[in-house]
């Protein structure tokens, strides 16, 4: 899982260079709010996880909540 914490996070992420892309294959992604998740949206990235309250508390939840349900199915 990645997790980013704002648009810079995901702009850092972007300058390990051409081959950051491989890195997201079959990766979840989780962001801390709607703006990042707009940023790694624009790369062409799927966001899986978007707290719904943008705080790392709520990061934090978002991922539980994801894995939990993941683990009910």
């Known amino acids: 899982m990645l997790?980013?914490?704002s648009p810079?996070?995901?702009?850092?992420?972007?300058?390990?260079?051409p081959d950051w892309r491989d890195v997201t294959v079959g990766v979840m992604i989780a962001t801390i709010g709607p703006l990042t998740s707009s940023t790694v949206r624009e790369m062409g990235v799927e966001v899986n996880v978007e707290a719904e309250e943008h705080t790392m508390e709520g990061l934090?939840?978002?991922?539980i909540?994801?894995?939990?349900s993941k683990a009910g199915r």
């Open 8 to 17: 810079s996070t995901v702009r850092g992420f972007l300058e390990l260079g």
């Open 3 to 5: 997790t980013f914490t």
């Open 60 to 63: 934090v939840s978002g991922i």
């Open 65 to 68: 909540g994801e894995f939990t």
